[in-house]
């Protein structure tokens, strides 16, 4: 007899074979294909783990989960989901799963969950409920790159591991790293934001390691630091790259000795905190600069989490904008807009240099700004449309030449340019002027565009037609000149 026993519990009987197969040379293994006969199985027996899935016949494997939290001795309940999304995972991880796993999963995976089940390395947590402000936290994406930076994070709630968070700006490096402390067991302490570059840098040690009272001028009080204030909790130190050197070692000591020492003070203090840092420049050529500690590099980065940038996640847009959409309706106590196709295809098109937190604007403004239900690409492009876009050229090259601005928003940055460049100028009609180009250059378009029908085009500009002729002469616009143009 086998000292312990595991229950694998899924419909998919294939799944169920191979999974046997794996753990029967260690454990006792039974299985269960619907949630019925999952509970009648765990009323009956004492297992050390159970394998889960979430999508199973009769009662679901959430329930099947938060049942097994009411036995006395409480199986390890690994579950098992297809569908990976955050808010699964952290749903799994709320309600005290041990651990949960993404199919097609690695038969390693299975192996190296069951070693640590059997040394019972890592104590279950229970990761406590979170109050409503969980929600804006919640990070949305489908994109394989962002499914697996969730199991990572979901991973990362058993442990205590350091973890470097690397992205361009506005990726969601400060999110993720929030989204690893409130699903860890530390989520009910304090969660300490260091932005390096915002500190000025004669203050930063002391912002971070505190000092006593005296120990420098100015130091009146004694001052506990960051660190300190992180304490039980996790620090997180964005823009890591920007640190002074002075300070990257003695950032190296806190990692290695799990100790603060006060400026002007030689008792170290015991923390324990987690440490999750993050940058959007690349470390390892500030490293060969001898501008960051190789040690301390390799001292932070025992997790690495790369956030892709939007561009290289496309299919995270719409999901994303609709998520954007939803939010600054409440927010905004306004109804909830819909993307037009069209939209949808302008803002894939789009490359987002600012990643996420362009978009997020993006959407706020256009909520705000757009007084219909239906949000187009034209609303967008007033706000999306610069030197960094990258129109999809088929579908947008014309539209481009042709309205891919509001009028207004044309004619606002066109005068804005103009003025900037007489702004040093000493003119005295700069009214008469810019009006004067603008009466003729419409006039002119018009008339092109109809192939110089003044009647018709005295009636679309709404003047009369002899008033027409007087500003023809006036600005001497000229007939023939118009007709060789056009034939060209
Ligand atoms: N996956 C996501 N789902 C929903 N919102 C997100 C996601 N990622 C980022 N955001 C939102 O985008 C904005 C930018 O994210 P964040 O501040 O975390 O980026 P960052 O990488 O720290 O940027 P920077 O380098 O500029 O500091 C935030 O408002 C954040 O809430
Ligand atoms: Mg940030």
Known sequence: MKEHKILIVDDEQSLVYVLKKLLENEFSVD??????EAISYIEQNEYLAVFLDIRIPKINGMEVLSYTKKLSVEPSVIIMTAQNTMVNAIDA???????????PFELDEIIDITEKIKKNKY????????????????????SKTMQEVFKTIGKLSHNNLTVLILGESGTGKELVAKAIHLNSARSDKPFIIVNTPSVPSELLESELFGHEKGSYTGANEKKDGKF?????????????????????????????????????????????????????????????????????????????????????????ISILANFFIKKFAEEFNIPEKQLSEDASSFLQSYDFPGNIRELENAIR????????????????RVILDNENAVINKEKYAKDKKTDSDSFEDIIKRRIKNYVEKIKDTEANDIYKSIMNLTEKTV??????????????????????????????????????????????
């Open 31 to 36: 299985t269960a294909s619907d949630g019925e």
């Open 93 to 103: 991880m709320k309600q005290g799963a041990y651990d949960y796993i993404t199919k």
């Open 123 to 142: 104590p279950i947590h229970k990761v406590s409920e979170k109050s409503e402000d969980f929600l804006d936290t919640l990070l949305v994406g489908k």
């Open 228 to 316: 300190i204030a992180a304490n039980g909790g996790t620090i997180f130190l964005d823009e890591i790259g920007d640190m002074p050197l002075n300070l990257q070692a003695k950032l190296l000591r806190v990692i290695q000795e799990k100790e603060v020492e006060h400026i002007g003070s030689n008792k170290p203090v015991k923390i324990d905190i987690r440490i999750i840092a993050a940058t959007n420049k690349k470390l390892k050529s500030l490293i060969k600069n001898a501008k960051f500690r190789e040690d301390l590099y390799y001292r932070l980065n025992v997790i690495e989490i790369t956030l892709p940038p939007l561009r290289e996640r496309k299919s995270d």
């Open 365 to 380: 403004r256009v909520m705000v700004m757009s007084p219909s239900f239906i949000l187009n690409s034209d609303d967008f």
């Open 443 to 488: 006039i002119e378009e018009i008339l092109t565009l109809h192939n110089y029908n003044q009647l018709k085009v005295s009636k679309l500009l709404g003047i009369n037609r002899n008033t027409l002729r007087k500003k023809i002469n006036e600005y001497g616009i000229s007939l023939k000149n118009f007709k060789k143009i056009r034939n060209n």
